[in-house]
Structures are given as C-alpha cells and as structure tokens.
C-alpha cells in the first residue's frame, strides 16, 4: 500500500511561484507513474500533470503548458509539482496520485492524497 501526503500549498498573488510537494510512503513508489489533479469549488477534478515511473515521460494539461514542471526525486519519495506565474484560474484543490500503468483521468490512479489547497489572488 501507498500513502501520499501534499504539501505546499497558500495564498499568493498572481504572478507568483509555488512549489508542492508529494510525499510517499511504500517500497514500490518509485514503481508507479505519478499525478497531479485539481478541484476547484463546484467542477470535477481536472487533470494537471504527470511523470512515468522511469520519469523520462511527463505529460501536461494545455491550460499549465510552460508554466508548471513535474519531477520525482527517487531518494526522497517525492514528487513535486512546480508552479509559476501562477494565474487566479488555478486556485483549486491540488491532489497527488500514484496509480499502475498511471496516465490523465482520475480512474487509471488507485492511491491519493489528502490535497493542498492553492489559491491564487487577481
């Protein structure tokens, strides 16, 4: 079994960076491909960004293309979502998933975490 916890998360203004954090426990983490999702008030969890399991494969939401970078340091157990210039349409519930094969819905994930809330000023 896999747990995850995020961190990392505030309130900034726009046109600011945050830098979230996944923390895994579980000997097989580094097995799984990784996710990050988000959830705004009143939508449906959205996908945002992945990293497979070797890491050489990152995929992104057209909406954070430029703006956010996924990486996974192995040592760690971590993932980490980087974000900068962050735009008032990316305030939601950010949440990390672990999931065998992994990809971008939230079906192809079985373990999460609690999430982080990210809220971004205008």
């Known amino acids: 079994q896999v747990q995850l916890v995020e961190s990392g998360g505030g309130l900034v203004q726009a046109g600011a960076s945050l830098r979230l954090s996944c923390t895994a426990s579980?000997?097989?983490?580094?097995?799984?491909?990784t996710g990050w999702f988000r959830q705004a008030p009143g939508k449906e969890r959205e996908f945002v960004a992945a990293i497979s399991r070797s890491g050489g494969t990152l995929t992104y939401v057209d909406s954070v293309k430029g703006r956010f970078t996924i990486s996974r340091d192995r040592d760690k157990s971590t993932v980490y979502l980087q974000m900068n210039n962050l735009k008032p349409e990316d305030t939601a519930v950010y949440y990390c998933?672990?999931?065998?094969?992994?990809?971008?819905?939230?079906?192809?994930?079985?373990?999460w975490g609690q999430g982080t809330q990210v809220t971004v000023s205008s």
């Open positions: 579980g000997r097989a983490f580094s097995t799984y491909g």
């Open positions: 998933a672990a999931g065998e094969p992994g990809g971008t819905w939230p079906t192809d994930y079985e373990y």
